[in-house]
């Protein structure tokens, strides 16, 4: 009977009941060995219930185990990581900070990498991530839907975009999560632009046209960076007036774009296809054999 019913309980108490048979054929020594047994027993007892409160408590456990380790099951895996720090007592808790820096480098079409890290972020809710990239986070966008497995701003509430393309100066959402690095202070954008362009010690470009550039930035590094070049190739006829600079992004980049030379225009068609390139690629593209358009 004791054989019988061993064969349905877990490998750790048939091994135990095995040594409560044995000990049961031996007359002599069932005193000694009661001490042994029960031990034996009440550890392998206390182990399955481990393991079942575990299975209990991580929902995901028992299917990731199953599972075979393919990359889609292991991206899971991350919660894992995090039901082992909530379990942490309360003296030993931390907050592990993990940083995600170029995250626009997982751009592409079907944001495949972009999804596996986003599954991380979401299974570990009890860890602190800090993303920083060229482009905002657009999780909290509902048109992403099929395309990563969390959107939205219920999902995100805190990456929610602000109605206005262009955000004004230190004009953040109220309790966003989300921090703009091109919404520069007027102090910094009057800064940058002193430093940019420099002559004998002195800034090239005039304080009223830094004020002018300042004021349509909209603090976006950018504009700013945009700004200098068209200073340099109307300084080359002229002197550069605030007046050509009272432009909104949009404008100023089609006044730039408009300033390229034909060669320079081929080229900027020709990478406008590409995902990534150099000056050799950009030369090549275009169908040049010198690399001074590029």
Not at 20 to 26: E, N
Request: proline residues 9%; negative net charge.
């Amino acid at each position: 009977l004791i054989s019988r019913f061993g064969k349905a309980l877990p490998q750790q108490t048939q091994a135990a009941l095995s040594d409560v048979a044995q000990a049961l054929l031996l007359p002599g020594t069932v005193g000694s060995a009661v001490g042994q047994v029960t031990g034996a027993l009440v550890g392998a007892l206390r182990e399955r219930r481990q393991t079942v409160r575990a299975l209990a408590a991580c929902v995901r456990l028992a299917p990731l185990l199953e599972s075979e380790p393919s990359l889609e099951a292991l991206s899971f895996y991350p919660h894992l990581l995090a039901f082992e720090l909530h379990r942490l007592p309360e003296e030993k808790k931390v907050t592990p900070v993990i940083m995600l820096d170029t995250f626009e480098d997982t751009a592409d079409r079907h944001r495949e990498l972009e999804r596996l890290l986003q599954r991380l972020v979401w299974l570990m809710p009890n860890c602190f991530f800090v993303i920083s990239g060229r482009s905002r986070l657009q999780w909290a966008d509902p048109a992403l839907h099929g395309a990563l497995d969390h959107t939205g701003p219920t999902a995100w509430p805190g990456l929610s975009t602000t109605p206005s393309p262009v955000p004004s100066p230190r004009a953040g959402t109220p309790g966003g999560r989300q921090h703009l690095i091109g919404d520069l202070s007027p102090e910094d954008c009057d800064d940058h632009l002193a430093r940019r362009l420099v002559k004998d010690g002195q800034p090239l470009i005039s304080p009223e046209i830094r004020a002018m550039i300042t004021a349509r930035s909209h603090g976006l590094p950018l504009h700013l960076d945009l700004a200098a070049s068209r200073f340099l190739e109307i300084r080359r006829t002229r002197e550069p007036q605030p007046a050509d600079f009272d432009h909104t992004f949009p404008a100023l980049l089609a006044r730039a774009l408009s300033d390229l030379t034909p060669e320079e225009k081929t080229v900027l068609r020709s990478v406008a296809v590409l995902d990534a390139f150099d000056l050799d690629l950009a030369t090549r593209t275009a169908g040049f054999t010198h690399q001074a358009p590029a």
